[in-house]
């Protein structure tokens, strides 16, 4: 057969018909050709639009795939219009206002074709066509990969979109495809995209990545069925659903997905079952719009890359997870806005790195029989309105086990929490709450902590081996009714009654003393000298603890800012006991210097001063930066905060790097709260708690300028200068006392040399420099005194020159 030219084998009935025939262009053969005969294509370029009306099969050569290039210079390529076969081919359309293979009618077969072009779309089905679509690939960087629209339908199988301007594939105008294992991939927009009332898509198998855009995109009141399929690798959300959009996912795995995994609004329905959502940038499920619900069953969401929370519930909108697993994220379940519900059952949820459920502003959440271990706080009810029920959960290593807040009211029924590192359950700022039947195993800090004004109810609750004690209540604290303890903890620190008594249950009673257990005198004193030492430890006299400050290597300017200070506050104590008038004295310090400098010692032995006085009830040291007050959300922050300040009660709060908590570019910056809350606090408590805020000058300056209402809270700032020399020297001599090393003849001239040469940047760290440089020292003369066969006490202790790190 000659190139260019096309043979037509006719296979009519009658023995006339059954004959070949070649004709010089496309058109003319399909002009004679009937239904049912093979059009054979020689290789070549056919500029020429055809259009296929009758059932015939149009293929290239056996064996040459790819050979024919159907290219005319403008409008469709190639028309179907009948239920004719047609591959092997390669097609290429070059007019942005048409698709480069169109079919209109019939139920025709294509096959192994190649669709390369910058058109509207690469190969778009209308009407009432029915084609199957097999082994297909199109390449459309300007227009939609494959449309489907109009009522129409289809099969596409094994098929490919390498490329899309558009969406990769798009159904609208109620169309309803079906598509088996097929890949689409750097696709713009979405990678499927189905729209339009009736408008629906059944993709089994099928895998959608490398998209800039979201991955499937389902709206207005379209419908969409994935199963054993994938999204993964967008530019934006993995998929999104809006305006009456019914979605679901079967088996598939959503991943790597820089924003929202799945996101959907306005009245849009999601079921998933059995799939996965991973690594995502933002949430995992993103749902909105009162009417919008997501059901999923035996779904695992995990490995969060972001932020946010896992599953994001808000205005009015529903979320159910039965038999599903949530861990490695920094947030699980947030349920907002009146309205807003989520239902959680037999559900796990773990590594969390803040709050595993948190309700607030009017939402509900019902847990039932789920496992909550390995996150921060448990569940967080946070104020007026918001409630649900925790009913049969586990809550296993955590720091907060439930926190009720700001007239949240919600109802926790045989619920355990074990090993919480704070309380089992807090409740704080007018929380209510019913906990009935609930238990508090091992807690480092109280089993049931419930705050002044508080109008919560207990019945039947137990608490065992919790360090600060199972209950603590003020006088007008809760409703009690049947609750036990073992009291294996401190009752009422810091000053607990320690009269035996037989006490096993507390009924009907709201106080403290009524309410819980109490033990033997001799268990009782046990405990509080574990639990609080610096109520049964004597406290060292005031020069004691001068003295020791003295004896730190230099310091002059701020041993006599701290003697000063604390003339002051021994003056005024004995005028006061004296029946006169006594000096106000602002304890609240600022620290500044570089890092090093013995702020943190020196902030310890104040405290010990302060308690020494009688100031301070305990004098321990509380140490907090940034991360130990900020939280990722709102509202997280001052709670935080709060048990912050509550560790700190009785002694000293010292806030390392302070500043850190107003940054110059602060934004949504959750500093600010941290801050307000602080100021609140000290005004509030301000004999229960002294505040120590440290960090570099300027910083420091800069952040008390730009918050004046923590500047007036402190009245003084104690500035720790860089180490001199002479200063570091001391310190490595001190070193070596301490450690029975001696420095060796000409060792001492050698370190001041050292420390003289060394860099003074913003890395320097003073007395910590001087302490690794004394263990540098101490390591190589290891390394030296073990190559001796035999060593003498000189060998062993003193440490030469040759000792010293080379300089950095």
């Given at each position: 057969m000659a190139q260019g030219t096309v043979q037509v084998t006719h296979t009519g009935t009658s023995r006339w018909r059954r004959r070949t025939g070649e004709y010089a262009s496309l058109a003319a053969a399909l002009e004679a050709a009937g239904d049912g005969d093979v059009l054979t294509i020689a290789?070549?370029?056919?500029?020429?639009?055809?259009?296929?009306?009758?059932?015939?099969?149009?293929?290239?050569?056996?064996?040459?795939?790819?050979?024919?290039?159907?290219a005319p210079a403008d409008g469709v390529p190639l028309t179907v219009r009948a239920s004719a076969t047609v591959q092997d081919l390669h097609v290429e359309g070059q007019d942005s206002a048409a698709p480069a293979l169109l079919v209109e009618d019939g139920t025709p077969e294509l096959s192994d074709l190649r669709i390369v072009t910058r058109s509207a779309a690469g190969l778009e089905v209308r009407g009432a066509a029915r084609p199957t679509v097999r082994r297909c690939t199109v390449d459309n960087?300007?227009?939609?990969?494959?449309?489907?629209?109009?009522?129409?339908?289809?099969?596409?199988?094994?098929?490919?979109?390498?490329?899309a301007g558009q969406a990769g594939v798009s159904v609208?105008?109620?169309?309803?495809?079906?598509?088996?294992?097929?890949?689409?991939?750097?696709?713009?927009?979405?990678?499927?995209?189905?729209?339009?009332?009736?408008?629906?898509?059944?993709?089994?198998?099928?895998?959608?990545?490398?998209?800039?855009?979201?991955?499937?995109?389902?709206?207005?009141?379209?419908?969409?069925?994935?199963?054993?399929?994938?999204?993964?690798?967008?530019?934006?959300?993995?998929?999104?659903?809006?305006?009456?959009?019914?979605l679901t996912l079967s088996d598939c795995d959503i991943h790597d997905i820089p924003e929202n995994a799945v996101d959907l609004r306005s009245r849009s329905v999601l079921t998933l079952t059995r799939s996965t959502v991973r690594r995502f940038g933002r949430n995992g499920l993103s749902v909105w719009d009162p009417g919008t619900r997501v059901d999923a069953n035996q779904c695992e969401i995990?490995?969060?890359?972001?932020?946010?929370?896992?599953?994001?519930?808000?205005?009015?909108?529903?979320?159910?997870?039965?038999?599903?697993?949530?861990?490695?994220?920094?947030?699980?379940?947030?349920?907002?806005?009146?309205?807003?519900?989520?239902?959680?059952?037999d559900t796990d949820i773990s590594q969390v790195r803040n709050t595993a459920v948190s309700v607030s502003d009017g939402a509900t959440a019902q847990l039932d029989d789920c496992r909550i271990r390995e996150v921060s706080t448990g569940a967080w009810f946070r104020d007026h309105g918001s409630g649900g029920t925790l009913n049969s959960c586990t809550i296993d290593g955590v720091q907060t086990g439930v926190i009720v807040t700001k007239g949240a009211d919600p109802t926790i029924e045989r619920c355990t929490v074990t090993s919480p590192a704070e309380a089992g359950f807090y409740v704080s700022a007018e929380g209510r709450g019913t906990f009935h039947s609930c238990r508090v195993t091992g807690s480092g800090g109280?089993?049931?902590?419930?705050?002044?004004?508080?109008?919560?109810?207990?019945?039947?609750?137990?608490?065992?081996?919790?360090?600060?004690?199972?209950?603590?209540?003020?006088?007008?604290?809760?409703?009690?009714?049947?609750?036990?303890?073992?009291?294996?903890?401190?009752?009422?620190?810091?000053?607990?009654?320690?009269?035996?008594?037989?006490?096993?249950?507390?009924?009907?009673?709201?106080?403290?003393?009524?309410?819980?257990?109490?033990?033997s005198t001799q268990s009782a004193t046990a405990q509080l000298t574990d639990a609080v030492p610096g109520v049964t430890t004597p406290a060292r006299a005031s020069e004691?603890?001068?003295?020791?400050?003295?004896?730190?290597?230099?310091?002059?300017?701020?041993?006599?800012?701290?003697?000063?200070?604390?003339?002051?506050?021994e003056v005024g104590r004995r005028r006061k006991e004296a029946g006169l008038k006594a000096a106000s004295v602002r304890r609240h310090l600022v620290f500044t210097g570089s890092p090093g400098t013995g702020k943190t010692t020196v902030a310890r032995l104040y405290g010990e001063i302060l308690h020494s006085l009688g100031v301070l009830e305990r004098g321990h040291l509380v140490e907090v930066s940034r991360v130990d007050l900020v939280g990722e959300h709102i509202g997280s922050t001052a709670i935080r905060t709060q048990e912050a300040f509550d560790r700190a009660r009785g002694g000293v709060l010292f806030i390392d790097e302070a500043y850190a908590l107003s940054p110059e570019d602060s934004g949504r910056d959750f500093g600010k709260e941290a801050i307000d809350t602080l100021v609140k606090l000290m005004e509030d408590h301000r004999d229960a708690v002294v505040v120590i805020v440290a960090g570099?000058?300027?910083?420091?300056?800069?952040?008390?300028?730009?918050?004046?209402?923590?500047?007036?809270?402190?009245?003084?700032?104690?500035?720790?200068?860089?180490?001199?020399?002479?200063?570091?020297?001391?310190?490595?001599?001190?070193?070596?006392?301490?450690?029975?090393?001696?420095?060796g003849e000409g060792t001492a001239e050698a370190l001041?040399?050292?420390?003289?040469?060394?860099?003074?940047?913003?890395?320097?760290?003073?007395?910590?420099?001087?302490r690794q440089t004394f263990e540098s020292m101490v390591e190589r003369h290891a390394g030296r005194v073990a190559q001796l066969p035999e060593t003498s006490t000189d060998d062993l202790t003193l440490l030469y020159a040759d000792d010293l790190p080379e300089l950095p």
């Open positions: 290789p070549g370029t056919y500029r020429e639009n055809l259009v296929v009306t009758r059932a015939v099969t149009l293929r290239g050569p056996e064996g040459s795939l790819g050979s024919v290039r159907i960087p300007a227009g939609v990969g494959i449309g489907v629209l109009d009522g129409a339908g289809g099969v596409f199988e094994d098929c490919e979109i390498v490329a609208r105008g109620g169309a309803h495809p079906r598509l088996e294992r097929c890949r689409i991939h750097h696709a713009s927009g979405s990678g499927l995209s189905v729209t339009g009332e009736g408008s629906g898509l059944e993709a089994v198998g099928c895998e959608i990545y490398e998209i800039k855009g979201t991955g499937v995109q389902i709206a207005s009141r379209a419908a969409a069925h994935l199963t054993d399929s994938s999204v993964h690798r967008t530019s934006a959300d993995g998929i999104t659903l809006d305006t009456d959009a019914v995990h490995d969060s890359t972001g932020d946010y929370p896992a599953v994001w519930v808000s205005d009015g909108a529903t979320v159910v997870l039965d038999s599903c697993r949530v861990h490695d994220v920094p947030d699980a379940l947030f349920v907002l806005d009146r309205g807003s519900r989520a239902d959680v059952v109280y089993g049931f902590h419930v705050m002044d004004g508080c109008r919560t109810t207990l019945t039947r609750c137990r608490t065992e081996r919790c360090a600060r004690g199972g209950y603590d209540f003020a006088e007008d604290g809760p409703t009690v009714e049947d609750c036990t303890s073992d009291e294996s903890g401190v009752l009422a620190p810091p000053t607990p009654s320690l009269e035996p008594s037989a006490v096993l249950t507390a009924t009907q009673s709201t106080g403290l003393l009524g309410s819980v257990p109490a033990q004691a603890v001068l003295g020791e400050l003295d004896s730190l290597v230099g310091l002059d300017s701020v041993k006599r800012e701290v003697r000063a200070l604390t003339d002051m506050i570099y000058t300027a910083e420091m300056e800069r952040f008390l300028t730009v918050n004046p209402g923590v500047a007036s809270r402190f009245s003084r700032t104690i500035t720790f200068s860089d180490y001199v020399p002479e200063e570091l020297l001391r310190i490595v001599e001190q070193q070596s006392e301490e450690q029975e090393y001696r420095l001041l040399k050292y420390f003289t040469a060394l860099p003074k940047g913003p890395a320097f760290g003073n007395g910590r420099t001087a």
